[in-house]
Nanobody, 124 residues
């Protein structure tokens, strides 16, 4: 089992950047593929990005490809999401999640463990 705590959200102007962090408890962090999801008000939760256990492979939603970068540091039990070129439509509650399944799965049903979320708000 793993507990996840996100941080780094905030209010930023369009075009700005943020770095989200997700700290995991436990000694088995490297056994999980990690993902980021987001949910805007009135919308369903959607996949943003995922990274393999060793960090060598990544997967992105088309809407964020080229702007967001997922990375992880297994020594620090932390996964990151760098958000560049932010747009108002990126405004959402961002969640990190852990899965024992493959990193390329984009369904939230694949992820067993979730953080509480961190709010990202982008003003125009």
């Amino acid at each position: 089992q793993v507990q996840l705590v996100e941080s780094g959200g905030g209010l930023v102007q369009a075009g700005g950047s943020l770095r989200l962090s997700c700290a995991a408890s436990g000694r088995t962090f490297s056994s999980y593929a990690m993902g980021w999801f987001r949910q805007a008000p009135g919308k369903e939760r959607e996949f943003v990005a995922a990274i393999s256990r060793g960090g060598g492979s990544t997967n992105y939603a088309e809407s964020v490809k080229g702007r967001f970068t997922i990375s992880r540091d297994n020594a620090k039990n932390t996964v990151y999401l760098l958000l560049n070129g932010l747009k108002p439509e990126d405004t959402a509650l961002y969640y990190c999640a852990a899965t024992t399944g493959p990193y390329y799965s984009r369904g939230d049903y694949s992820y067993a463990y979730w953080g509480q979320g961190t709010q990202v708000t982008v003003s125009s």
